[in-house]
């Protein structure tokens, strides 16, 4: 079975243009979180997708967003961006039993964007 | 945000049991402790999950007292190869809504 994939691996940028990361759950997951791993700071909840509708969101400025595509795909979108973007974007799938975000997740490899 | 905090670091031997206890005062009444590991250049792994009390699996322990505002896994005779990141996630209050936070991590270095 197929884990949680994410791409690009590596991103770079160049301060105030866009970045968009992609998302691919393992096949029959309906969830999929976004999270912000900066180093220094660990690992920073962004956004909890769940049957194609944001379900929660962390504490991060709305220059953050996404989606969740109809075969649960996702895409995180970063405009704007910030020299302190720079982080390992990490993306994880659940099944999604109840809307219940506390299932257990399932992380891809992560996207590296440095932003210059 | 309330801090979730655990330890930042932790050494042991092999074959040793090993305790990592994390404190969130401000866990939300109805969410579960969930416990994962990081090694460098991979995303986290889920290790073990609970509510309460106490929860065991085929790789550790979790145990979560009555007022539930911090938990310990428990790694028995750990070996070379549990030497990684581990952090706790819950949920709590913020806002008026759940957030998921993690702690900060704990780097287990695990001596031969």
């Known amino acids: 079975e197929a884990g949680v994939t994410q791409s690009p691996t590596h991103l770079i940028k160049t301060r105030g243009q866009q970045a968009t990361l992609r998302c691919s759950p393992i096949?029959?997951?309906?969830?999929v979180y976004w999270y912000q791993q900066a180093l220094g700071l660990g690992l920073q909840f962004l956004l909890w997708?769940?049957?194609?509708?944001?379900?929660n969101r962390g504490n991060f400025p709305p220059r953050f967003s996404g989606r969740q595509f109809p075969n649960y795909s996702s895409e995180l979108n970063v405009n704007a961006l910030e020299l302190e973007d720079s982080a390992l974007y990490l993306c994880a799938s659940s099944p999604g039993t109840s809307g219940d975000m506390y299932n257990e997740q399932f992380f891809g490899p992560g996207t590296r964007l440095t932003v210059l | 945000l309330a801090k979730t905090t655990q330890p930042i670091s932790m050494d042991s031997y092999e074959g040793q049991e090993v305790n990592i206890t994390c404190s969130h005062n401000n866990i939300a009444t109805n969410d579960y402790i969930t416990w994962y590991q990081q090694f460098p250049s991979q995303g986290p792994r889920f290790i073990i999950q609970?509510?309460?009390t106490k929860v065991t699996n085929e790789v550790a322990s979790l145990f979560i007292p009555a007022d539930r505002k911090s938990s310990t896994l428990s790694l028995p005779r750990v070996s070379l190869s549990d030497t990684a990141v581990y952090y706790c996630l819950v949920g709590v209050l913020s806002g008026g809504a759940q957030k998921l936070v993690f702690g900060q991590g704990t780097r287990l270095t695990i001596n031969p």
């Open positions: 096949s029959g997951h309906t969830s």
């Open positions: 609970g509510y309460k």
């Open positions: 997708y769940d049957e194609g509708e944001e379900r």
